[in-house]
């Protein structure tokens, strides 16, 4: 497997120089590239995953740490093209896209930029869109995987709101609309839909192997149990270093009703991992009692977020009297969108001027518009489906509170983006973004009479409101991206350091290779 | 008795009529009501969280102020007379301790009739209301000086302020109410270079003000760290020698919270083996004890004292901002004086008494963001989520006392009109 780029020369050479953004002078210095197998990147599917991958690899590139990028991307329904893969380097211009050809015996592809957009694959719309900034970082390479995994979207659609690019069409006011927007899609079964994703996840392994080989990298880097196979096959066959990077497990995403299936996967393909990262030390303490990993291997590193832009519009001056409470996640069990109206019910009772939005979609839309009803809040409740871009922002800087009520969240990373809009949080104590903001609310995600209190309180009294504007947005700007890939950097290095006293079979090989 | 130390002007103990040379040991005990998490939503909860309010007394007493006035009762004994020291005990920690340890009182008492200790004023429910409201500074300083002369049968002559506030204002505020000085902490700008072991004659009403000397203050408060190596490093002859020579100077002010000893500290610390020697050691260094009258009959004031703004002690800050900083903690502040002739309009009674205990500065230090005062909240918002619900509770008790008092108000005017309009 070849691919040429313009800066390919940078796969061997070192970028120590590389500033990050936040002024820190720490530089990264990681001697050959890092294999990055990942999946959904927000335009295609939103989640904390791909808002997380999206921020470091960002902050790692602008660290000189070169990645190469496995990423899955989803097959058109009329995609004449079988699986296969495409090498997209985002330095930019087409004639740096050479195409590679695998596996012989299946289909290849072998797609210039040209070529996918006169399919109408749209390369470059999804990837100019969703990597709009990061094209201009010379260390990110990303090679395609047409598989459509799309494993959290378990019916119909899917995503937390995430820094989603600018996507299709919206309703102008989505956020503040008065009606809800029904946008549930027909959906094979539940055991279809299920079978469906194994095989994708099988289809991901298979050619991420392939891409893989032939490729220098230092350690490959897996993010979540779809790519967690993948991650420790090449390992095993390279001799590199594996690291998981665990964004959520199936024990907290599914609150507790585990596919088993899946937590094996889990559960052996961690168990292979040099190194583990988890997103919090709740996730960690997870790690540790569900899956019974070592926890000498398991690093926690938060995720961050990157400010919102100081340029952008202010949010206009039209005095309104109604208070906004936002909810924006997906509406499965794991986000406790129930709570969320169970506690608006409350609120209600003693607070009549507040509408709650319920941003995103999920299994538990329905369900979730029923509960209104039966309620007898639906008059309050707006359901504007899955936002994107600016429907996200404007959603944000509309919302008086956000509230993030998740039963179980490794992590919960849209409360930051809040927080980096001065938005005041909300946040369940069962989400790890708990443990690390002083200047959230906090509540138990049952205990709906404390949570209504605290949104009553946000919505009665401005000072409280002010201190959590001005605190949390303050707090919110020590996690950033940049840090995050700092402490990676670290994990990649103590492995390499490692690696450099001799370890397993590969040991042999390189010893051989470096005597030549 | 030796004058070891040579500086100590050697009459000062005997005739008790010296210049100067006085040593100030004045200890303030106050504990709070502790609040509840009170809900705006199913108000089921009290607005005070009597379990928490009990654990907190109880512990206070029996780990601090038994075990403090056991040994300041004993040394007093000892030493006939030559132990002499002042103490402020709060309205609301009086109104506690009589309710869940009412034996504690009878340890005052035994201080207070020893002929030996000098009882101070100071504001019942420890407030900020001379930030907001004179007239509820007044009353609340005028009902302690009730409540202990019933209890003690000793009327106070001088006055320490919550948290040793001080301002020219307030020490005139303070004359006006019949005491003949005030205590402070030393505020270094004010004293622009001049010692803290003088006193000082406060703005233009010229009140005495006896300073804390804030170094040797915090030696015990804040460094002694307790163990073998703290209780060397404190205990006679080292610091009786200091605090003799210190006090060469006119007066030297140790003021301390009864919770220095054996709450801050762990009991086995050695913080009761230094208290019960250093009463001992100071005498025989030839230094004087004073109660804090004495002490201002005995100095002439040095020069004059001019606090524009309230000071607090040094180790806040020196300012109000750890009270009054924060947006949430105006607010707070704000809205409780904001209701203040309305509760006064209802009359006596426990809705009247649930505001004026709400003024205690203790509620609005939980609301703060600074970590020095995240850490002396923490018995009281162990049960609470910090600063901001620390500030939820107070608002949402206070909305429901407001509530509650505009309702007893209608009541009454449905009451009084027909009696009105006859």
């Known amino acids: 497997m070849k691919s040429v780029r313009p800066s390919s020369n940078s796969k061997k050479t070192n970028s120590p120089t590389a500033l990050l953004r936040e002024g820190s002078d720490v530089t990264a210095t990681i001697s050959g590239r890092i294999l990055m197998l990942g999946w959904a990147f927000p335009a295609y599917l939103s989640g904390g995953v791909g808002t997380a991958c999206q921020g470091l690899c960002r902050a790692l590139s602008q660290m000189g740490v070169g990645i190469d990028f496995i990423m899955s991307a989803p097959g058109d329904a009329d995609d004449s093209v079988p699986d296969g893969v495409d090498t997209v380097s985002l330095a930019g211009k087409p004639d740096s896209i050479v195409g590679a050809t695998y596996g012989a015996e299946r289909s290849r592809v072998a797609d210039s930029w040209d070529a996918a957009a006169a399919r109408g694959q749209s390369i470059g719309e999804h990837d100019a869109s969703v990597f709009g900034d990061l094209t201009s970082h010379p260390h990110l390479e990303f090679i395609r995987i047409n598989v459509g995994l799309q494993p959290y979207q378990r019916s119909g659609e899917s995503g937390d709101g995430g820094v989603a690019a600018s996507g299709g069409a919206s309703s102008q006011d989505a956020a503040v609309g008065q009606h809800a927007e029904r946008h549930v899609e027909p959906e094979p079964s539940a055991e279809e839909g299920r079978e469906s994703l194994f095989a994708e996840v099988d289809c991901y392994t298979h050619q991420a192997i392939q891409a893989a080989a032939g490729r220098e990298f230092a350690c490959v880097h897996a993010h979540d149990w779809m790519t967690f196979q993948a991650g420790a096959a090449i390992a095993e066959t390279s001799g590199k270093p594996f690291i998981a990077h665990v964004h959520s497990t199936e024990y907290e995403r599914t609150a507790r009703q585990v596919d088993q299936r899946i937590f094996e996967i889990e559960k052996q393909s961690l168990a292979k991992a040099d190194a583990i990262i988890a997103v919090s030390h709740m996730a960690k303490d997870v790690l540790i009692r569900r899956y019974g990993l070592d926890e000498s ?72 518009m029923r509960l209104a009803d039966q309620l007898g809040i639906s008059d309050r409740v707006i359901f504007p489906g899955f936002l994107r871009g600016d429907e996200v922002e404007r959603a944000f800087r509309s919302a008086d509170l956000y509230v993030m009520p998740s039963v179980s969240d490794p992590f919960g ?100 290779g470096q005597s030549v | 008795m030796s004058d070891t130390h040579g500086v100590e002007p050697d009459s000062a103990h005997k005739s008790g009529t010296a210049m100067n040379g006085s040593i100030v040991l004045a200890l303030h005990a106050h504990v709070p009501r502790v609040l509840g998490r009170y809900r705006s939503i199913d108000q089921q909860a009290h607005y005070f969280d009597a379990y928490r309010t009990r654990e907190l007394c109880t512990r206070y007493v029996q780990e601090c102020i038994l075990p403090t006035n056991r040994i300041l009762v004993s040394a007093i004994r000892k030493l006939e007379g030559r132990f002499r020291l002042s103490i402020s005990i709060s309205g609301i920690a009086l109104d506690l301790i009589e309710q869940y340890v009412p034996e504690a009182i009878g340890s005052f008492a035994d201080l207070i009739q020893s002929g030996s200790v000098e009882l101070l004023g100071t504001p019942y429910h420890q407030g900020l209301g001379f930030a907001y409201s004179l007239q509820a500074f007044g009353a609340d300083v005028a009902r302690h000086r009730d409540r202990v002369v019933e209890l003690f049968g000793q009327s106070p002559n001088v006055f320490r302020n919550t948290e040793l506030i001080c301002s020219e204002q307030l020490a005139s505020t303070v004359g006006h109410l019949g005491f003949n000085g005030i205590l402070c902490d030393a505020p270094q700008e004010a004293l622009a270079g001049r010692s803290c072991h003088r006193v000082y004659a406060c703005g233009p009403s010229e009140t005495p003000v006896l300073m804390r000397d804030p170094e040797t203050s915090a030696q015990i408060s804040e460094s002694f760290t307790g ?174 006392l407001t509530r509650q008092i505009e309702a007893g108000l209608r009541t009454q005017g449905a009451v009084r009109d027909p009696v009105a309009t006859d």
Request: glycine fraction near 8%.
């Open chain 1, 297 to 368: 291997k398991i690093n926690v590193i938060y995720n961050g977020v990157d400010r919102a832009q100081a340029n952008r519009p202010k949010p206009s001056n039209i005095v309104r009297d109604e208070k906004i409470v936002l909810f924006m996640g997906r509406m499965t069990l794991q986000k406790g969108p129930e709570y969320f109206l169970a506690a608006a019910r409350k609120v209600l009772e003693v607070f009549g001027n507040v509408r709650f939005i319920m941003a995103g979609s999920g299994e538990l839309l329905e369900q979730t």
């Open chain 1, 413 to 512: 990373i849209a409360a930051l983006e809040a927080a980096s809009f001065d938005v005041p949080v909300l946040v369940s104590r069962q989400s790890g973004v708990s443990e690390v903001m002083r200047h959230m609310l906090k509540t138990d995600f049952w205990d709906i009479d404390d949570m209504a209190d605290k949104i009553v309180a946000v919505l009665r009294h401005p000072p409280l409101q002010a201190a959590l504007r001005k605190h949390g947005g303050f707090e919110v700007q020590n996690l950033n991206w940049g840090i995050a890939a700092q402490a990676v950097v670290g994990v990649y290095q103590a492995l390499l350091n490692r690696q450099s006293v001799p370890k397993r079979a590969s040991v042999d090989h390189e010893q051989a």
């Open chain 2, 227 to 400: 163990g073998v190596d703290g209780l060397e490093a404190l205990v006679a002859p080292n610091f009786a020698d200091r605090l003799v020579g210190l006090s060469a100077e006119g007066v030297v002010g140790l003021f301390l919270d009864y919770e220095v000893f054996g709450k801050r500290f762990v009991t086995d610390g050695g913080i009761f083996e230094f208290l019960r020697y250093l009463p001992e050691k100071v005498v025989e260094k030839g230094g004087a004890f004073r109660t804090v009258s004495e002490a201002l009959a005995d100095n002439e004031a040095a020069g004059e004292l001019h606090l524009g703004r309230h000071v607090s002690p040094s180790e806040w800050g020196g300012t109000l901002s750890p009270w009054l900083g924060g947006s949430m903690q105006s607010h707070a502040a704000h809205q409780l004086y904001a209701i203040e002739s309305v509760a006064n309009a209802l009359g006596e009674g426990p809705l009247l008494d649930t505001w004026r205990t709400l003024q205690g500065a203790e509620y609005l230090l939980a609301m703060s963001m600074l970590d020095r005062a995240a850490d002396h909240s923490k018995q009281l918002t162990s049960h609470l989520d910090g600063p901001y619900h620390a500030y939820i509770v107070f608002m949402n008790i206070l909305d429901d």
